[in-house]
């Protein structure tokens, strides 16, 4: 029973258990789409929503906002969240009129990415900016996010993106550690190298051999099939 109420906590939803199943099978497919849905990467989302209209006010403003954020679920909770600090909505009066995923233009092509970000740490509140060389913008904030936790213990609910933006200019990236990879002859070290030689005398299985041994195995096995049978043992 414990484990039913710790799934029903974490999928928000009535758990339906079926006929066929036996409860340890379905326990196991429902931990794989937990963890699934952990490992997952960050999507970067357009979330559209308003107040809900009334008497006094019709027609409420529009608020959109661009949330980077696992799945749907999670990038409607971080956009209820910022439109009830900043604009006083909540989701008990407000609406969402739409949700969009934002997919980058060119994912092959190797860019660099601004991100300016305000996180809470145990002594206070901090403004930073960081840079990123990665192929999407998604994949720049997923790199924030380790970023930050591993050097200033930051978690994810700390951690406020203000503005992602891409570096077109070579002239205005400021960080060494992302001008170091911007050279034009840029070559790497290959510290360990192990040569491998062509040897002179390789063994193959030789196929005729292969054949003429089978059909010895073959003719010996019904050989002996009938003389048992003969004999009757």
Known sequence: ?????????????????PQSCSPQSFFVVRITLFKKTQNMGLQEYQ???RHLPTESDPTPKIYRMRIFAAN?????????????????????NGEIIGVNVIHEKKPLKV?????????????????????????????????MYQDMAARHRARFRSIHILRV????????????????????????????RVS?????????????????SSMYYCYTSSLQWCCGAQTGI
């Open 1 to 17: 029973m414990t484990i039913e109420f710790k799934f029903q906590k974490l999928f928000a939803g009535p758990l339906i258990r």
């Open 47 to 49: 979330i559209v929503g």
């Open 72 to 92: 749907e679920v999670v990038a409607k909770s971080r956009f209820w969240y910022f439109l009830r600090q900043l604009k006083k909505v909540k989701k008990a």
């Open 111 to 143: 860019k660099n990415f601004g991100i300016w970000l305000r996180y809470d740490s145990r002594s206070g509140t901090h403004n930073m900016y960081k840079e990123y060389r990665e192929l999407t913008r998604a994949d720049a904030v997923k790199s």
């Open 165 to 192: 933006v891409e570096i077109e200019k070579t002239e205005d990236v400021r960080r060494p550690y992302i001008k170091q990879l911007m050279v034009p002859k840029l070559r790497f070290p290959l510290p360990h």
């Open 196 to 212: 491998k030689f062509k040897s002179t005398f390789v063994a193959h299985p030789d196929p005729l051999l292969c054949a003429l």
